[in-house]
């Protein structure tokens, strides 16, 4: 990792305003595609105590560029399946899209390593399939089915995987938790590091800054990262924070701000944090600028507290998406029938498991009293009926 | 042993299949009775329970000048809406939007409400105030009694919307009355629909005690009544008995209510016997003599609440109950509850203590 970063850093543009770069042609070797590789300049970051920022030219393979356009697919198809299961009431309760701040998880996935660890807030349907839960365990735990990455238990906001410590109902609660598994892997001694990511609004709970001190003083190998999709629920960033650079909002934590919108620049800042926090030198705080197309949750049309010129105006101009696609064919890493492919595979593979989701099982009521404890004193558990109390079971394999 | 399994797991099953037969998933578990009796005459209006509630808060913020209200997205009326235009009549240095941070709204509105004002917080969701928690039991609570009486927040009112609505799994469900009703110098009150809800939260919020008011979110919309359109008070610390009998006394509070009064009404209908039914509305302080009072008369008691059962406010009711009323019973008194277990989110209507579990409960008691 570290031999990256010192290599493409002095190639830092500083603050000059950059456009995107002309492709660098090499020689074709993938199936389609008629160049292996190009670079591409990156929206200069802006640093907070920081010298030197993330690379600001991104190399891309054609194998590595199909495979980003792939994930950032899937993630928009998934929520789009998650918003159709929303309407036809087969998914109840509360249900967060993640549709338009794809690139933010997926450059940071791209970035990361089998050791490093995420937690996230709600919005986690995206990052759960990245760490490595199939389509259908994310979609069968919205829907409330037995094959749920939580046996359906806990539904849109609460889904897990291995190294994801889980989407978190109560907004900035996970952001100390972060804290404390940056703290483990520092103790363990694993190289890992902790990405704890939360929205703009949950930059203001009080929470965070305890949790900034923390790893600060211990210097933990632990990545901040603020998503500023510019609302918490119907209120603004500008009506909600005294301070919007919210990568400076770590004070003495150093800070970058990132275009979350370009999966290159999030895959390199994070590249950054990686190399930053394993040579020993404690937090960062990272903001993504970003942007959320749907309304907060499915029940708010999104409509009220902002236009909809401005949806429509990022949707045409900053689509993390379209943007990358543009970008990757007119560099020729990729061909339109190659990417149709990929469509085509994403949308089979979505629709099949949203078919599925909605005809698994579900879990017996003897698990309402499942994994309450890890063994319980009392083997039954109260409640309703007292004469008829349900028997505490363990559902979950333990090692 | 093998016997008392059998017979769980019989009940159980009956339990499964009652649940799948009248509470088909995720539809409303209970049915909305309204109050016919107005606490004042004259004229009123329909309103549902988010309109009471938005009408009880206008009447403030139009004769209290100091009155203010605030928490997150309220400003545009918050997420259920009971704010609604108050921020365009009122103005914005009355009605405000905070950022997100439930400790702080709450430090901010104890401050606010001992430096004179009369101020109204919402926490978005009941699940939500536990980052709050810390302000309102080591400083609301205590602020009289420390300061040997020179200072209080007795005009801070907290309103936030709790218990079942139907699909809010872990964190959009919970009753946490209990984790307030053990903290002295708080008052908690729990409406039941409209015309209690416009009542209460105005007696809150003149009361010169800080106020936990517990809104079951269900209620908002899914309860409509004709509603006084005039200021008037329902007192704190008074429960309501809504129907009498003498078979047994059947206490709950919010939703719970209306569940126990159609117990009452298929108890009468299928075994002839006739209840009290009692909305305690407010936990803390509890209003001890009606509920003595009934089930002495009655000889037996069932509480039921959607809260866990144990330390559920039942088991505070049921420890009175059984000191004052020890002689009178007739049997022990029955808790009928939310199971003592995380609120899941595929089980709301197994969790849920529905009419049907209450009346099981109530038959077992009558027949003890
Ligand atoms: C402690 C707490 N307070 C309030 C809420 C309700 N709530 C859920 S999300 C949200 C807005 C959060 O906004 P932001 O942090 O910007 O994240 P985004 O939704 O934009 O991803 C609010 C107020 C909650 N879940 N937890
Ligand atoms: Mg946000």
Redesign the pocket.
């Known amino acids: 990792m570290s031999k990256i970063i010192p290599s493409v850093a002095k190639l830092l543009a500083g603050n000059t305003v950059t456009k995107v770069g002309a492709p660098v042609a090499t020689t074709s070797s993938a199936k389609y595609s008629t160049k292996s590789e190009a670079s591409f300049e990156i929206k200069p970051y802006k640093l907070h105590k920081l010298e030197k920022g993330p690379a600001t030219t991104a190399t891309l393979t054609s194998e590595d560029a199909l495979k980003l356009y792939e994930q950032l697919a899937i993630l928009r198809r998934i929520e789009t399946a998650s918003g159709n299961l929303y309407r036809e009431k087969i998914i109840r309760g509360f249900c967060?899209l993640y549709s338009g701040q794809e690139a933010v998880a997926v450059g940071m996935r791209a970035a990361m390593r089998d050791v490093d660890t995420v937690i996230t807030?709600?919005?986690c349907h995206g990052w759960t399939y990245l760490m490595g839960a199939s389509v259908l365990g994310v979609l069968s735990e919205l829907t409330g089915r037995r094959t749920g990455v939580s046996r359906g238990k806990g539904g849109s906001m609460h889904l897990y995987a291995k190294n994801f410590y889980g989407g978190n109902?109560?907004?900035?609660?996970q952001v100390p938790l972060g804290a404390g598994i940056g703290f483990a892997h520092k103790y363990k001694g694993d190289g890992g590091v902790n990405f704890a990511l939360?929205?703009?609004?949950?930059?203001n709970?009080g929470q965070l800054y305890e949790a900034y001190n923390m790893a600060k003083l211990w210097d933990l190998p632990c990545v901040f990262v603020c998503?500023n999709?510019g609302?918490?629920?119907g209120t603004s960033m500008e009506r909600s924070s005294a301070s919007t650079d919210y990568y400076s909002r770590g004070d003495y934590i150093p800070g970058i701000w990132v275009d979350g919108m370009d999966v290159l620049a999030t895959r390199e800042a994070t590249k950054f944090c990686i190399d930053w926090c394993t040579s020993g030198k404690g937090p960062l705080v990272m903001e993504m600028e970003t942007y959320?197309y749907s309304g907060?949750s499915m029940s708010d049309p999104g409509t009220s507290y902002r236009t909809r010129d401005e949806i429509q105006e990022v949707r045409q101009t900053r689509d993390p998406i379209t943007s990358y696609k543009d970008k990757i064919l007119s560099n020729e890493l990729a061909t339109p029938d190659q990417l149709k492919e990929i469509d085509a595979k994403v949308r089979q593979e979505v629709d099949d498991a949203t078919k599925q989701a909605k005809v698994e099982p579900e879990i017996g009521v003897e698990e309402l009293a499942g994994d309450i404890y890890v063994d319980c004193v009392d083997p039954v558990i109260r409640g309703v009926i007292p004469s008829a109390p349900l028997q505490h079971i363990s559902v979950a394999q333990r090692n | 042993m093998a016997s008392l399994v059998t017979k769980k797991s019989v009940l159980l099953a009956r339990l499964v299949k009652n649940v799948g037969d009248c509470t088909k998933r995720l539809s409303s578990h209970f049915i909305y009775y309204p109050d016919n009796e107005k606490p004042v005459e004259g004229e009123t209006t329909k309103m549902n329970m988010m309109q009471a509630i938005n009408n009880a808060m206008d009447l403030t913020l139009k004769n209290d000048p100091t009155a203010v209200l605030f928490g997150?997205?309220v400003a545009f009326g918050g997420v259920f809406r009971c704010a609604l235009g108050l921020q365009e009549k009122y103005g914005k240095d009355r009605v405000f939007n905070t950022p997100?941070c439930?400790q702080g709204i709450a430090g901010f509105g104890i401050g606010l409400a001992t430096a004179g004002a009369t101020a109204i917080a919402e926490i978005?969701?009941a699940d939500?105030i536990f980052?709050a928690f810390d302000q309102i039991i080591n400083e609301a609570a205590k602020v009289r009694y420390r300061s040997g009486g020179q200072f209080d927040c007795g005009a801070l009112t907290i309103r936030t919307p709790c218990s079942a609505v139907g699909h809010g799994g872990l964190?959009h469900s919970q009753s946490p009355e209990a984790f307030f009703a053990h903290v002295p110098g708080l008052r908690v009150v729990v409406p039941r629909g409209p015309i209690t809800a416009k009542g209460l939260l105005l007696s809150c919020i003149r009361e010169k005690d800080p106020c936990v008011f517990l809104e079951p979110k269900i209620l908002y919309r899914s309860a409509a009544e004709e509603v006084p359109v005039e200021d008037y008070t329902i007192p704190l610390g008074k429960a309501q008995v809504l129907r009498e009998g003498d078979a047994a006394t059947l206490i709950g509070w919010g939703t719970q209510v209306h569940v126990l009064l159609e117990v009452a009404q298929i108890a009468e209908e299928k075994l002839g016997v006739k209840c009290d039914v009692i909305d305690l509305q407010s936990i803390l302080p509890w209003d001890e003599d009606t509920v003595c009072n009934s089930v002495k008369k009655t000889g037996r008691c069932l509480i039921a609440h959607e809260a866990p059962l144990t330390s559920g406010f039942g088991a505070e009711l049921a420890a009175t109950i059984q000191e004052e009323c020890f002689l009178h019973l007739e049997a022990p008194i029955s808790r009928v509850t939310g199971w003592d277990a995380p609120f899941p989110h595929v089980f709301e209507p197994f969790y849920l203590p529905d009419k049907w579990r209450c009346y099981q409960s109530l038959t077992e008691m009558l027949n003890y």
């Open positions: 967060h807030a709600y919005r109902g109560i907004v900035g609660a939360y929205g703009d609004g949950a930059a709970q998503e999709n609302y918490g629920m959320r907060h | 997150e997205d997100l439930e978005q969701f939500y980052p964190y």
